[in-house]
């Protein structure tokens, strides 16, 4: 079942978090994975959005999901992030799969 992995962040250093980019992008290799959409303006519809810069990517699964966000790669990728920006939530949440 396809696992979708949501960022709401807040970019408060632009050239740090580009560091997290690169090394966030390159973690990625090797992993099941669709980058489905990165939006620093994402259009507000109703209510209140906690991060400007909004990340979702699409994984085959939970198990995808998590052989990557624990993996020795992002691990290094991380540290970029939690300098760079504030983070209000990260979220793994499952796809929809009609009956």
């Not at 109703?46 to 990557?68: I, T």
């Amino acid at each position: 079942m396809p696992v979708y992995f949501l960022a709401a962040i807040n970019i408060n250093d632009r050239d740090g978090f580009q560091k997290y980019a690169e090394a966030g992008f390159a973690s990625l290799q090797g992993h099941t994975c669709e980058v489905v959409s990165i939006d620093d303006d994402p259009e507000l519809l109703e209510g209140s959005v906690p991060g400007r810069h909004m990340v979702l990517l699409k994984f085959n699964s939970k198990e995808d999901l998590r052989r990557w966000w624990d993996s020795a790669d992002y691990a290094k990728a991380k540290p970029f992030r939690h300098t760079a920006a504030d983070t209000p939530f990260i979220i793994a949440m499952t796809g929809y799969v009609p009956s």
